[in-house]
């Protein structure tokens, strides 16, 4: 979904939000089908994140091949890995400075760009792509996992994915988004956008990839994920609902850390998130001696 209105977290209601509903409903009355080709591309193709920071000394690159197409990947460091997922119009390069982290901490930090996403291949982007890439990456590239690192959407990704190898690691979650589908019908509804045609476009996705939206439940993927788990989130993001975590804070084995003034992007680059990989390492790394 265009970045425009993915993160379009204003409320209340204006001439432009309601002249986009009345123009997205009537040409999906008039033109179904071009407009689902058309609603599609506008929502499903992400804005492409343009690195900002300077790569790390080091960094390996790697294309690999998946069913969603090129996956770029990026590594760093040596020994047992930690996996990176970013989100929505995100990139693996968000993780440059944690990366950094992890390498010196005795660890391969390993980032991938999702589908659509930085330098992999694809248009469109959607959970269940992101999930196939997430699940190649580890099965291609990843012998030993010792933990994950994800952000916003890419913590719906790697609480929804069912592979083995996930099972039971440690997991650090910034600013995540639990409530995906009330999320999501958020903030395409505060657009102004077409529920009906939105919808269109989700059932799309949901055939082709046999993966219903009704089927994402965090909360309950996080209760039932046997390994400890980190969130860091920011109390002022305005667009992944700082109150999820909050509840979320309250199953067994599951911890927040509360910041503040960070927002959704930069707590990536934040001293709370690098104290809470050190914190997180360091004990999984004294449970397995």
């Not at 609603?39 to 920071?53: D, G, H, M, Q, V």
Request: proline share 4%; net charge positive; glycine share 8%.
């Amino acid at each position: 979904m265009s970045s425009k209105i993915y993160f379009n977290t204003k409320g209340g209601v204006n001439v432009r939000r309601r002249a986009i509903n009345v123009a997205t409903r009537a040409y999906h009355r008039i033109a179904p089908s071009h407009a689902r080709k058309t609603a599609r591309n506008l929502l499903l193709t992400p804005e492409r994140f343009s690195a900002k920071a300077q790569a790390p000394e080091g960094l390996q690159k790697k294309a690999i091949e998946t069913s969603e197409g090129k996956i770029m990947t990026y590594s760093l460091g040596s020994g047992p890995t930690w996996l990176l997922g970013h989100g929505w119009s995100g990139s693996a390069s968000q993780f440059y400075t944690l990366m950094e982290r992890i390498a010196a901490s005795g660890f391969t930090a390993l980032a991938f760009d999702n589908p659509a996403h930085g330098a992999s291949d694809g248009q469109h982007g959607h959970l269940p792509g992101f999930v196939k890439g997430l699940e190649a990456v580890l099965e291609q590239e990843v012998d030993e996992l010792a933990g994950v690192v994800a952000h916003s959407m890419g913590c719906t990704m790697v609480l929804e994915s069912k592979h083995a190898k996930l099972a039971g690691v440690p997991m650090l979650l910034v600013a995540p988004i639990l409530n995906y589908k009330d999320n999501l019908y958020r903030v395409v509804e505060g657009s102004g956008f077409s529920l009906r045609l939105f919808q269109d476009v989700i059932r799309e996705v949901e055939h082709q990839y046999q993966y219903p939206i009704d089927s994402v439940d965090s909360h309950q993927r996080l209760a039932g994920h046997q390994g400890h788990i980190v969130i860091v989130h920011d109390n002022s993001d305005r667009f992944a609902l700082f109150e999820q975590s909050r509840k979320a804070n309250a199953l067994p084995r599951v911890s927040l850390i509360e910041t503040s003034g960070l927002g959704h992007n930069r707590i990536l680059k934040s001293e709370p998130l690098l104290r809470a990989f050190d914190d997180l390492s360091k004990n999984q790394t004294t449970e397995t001696h």
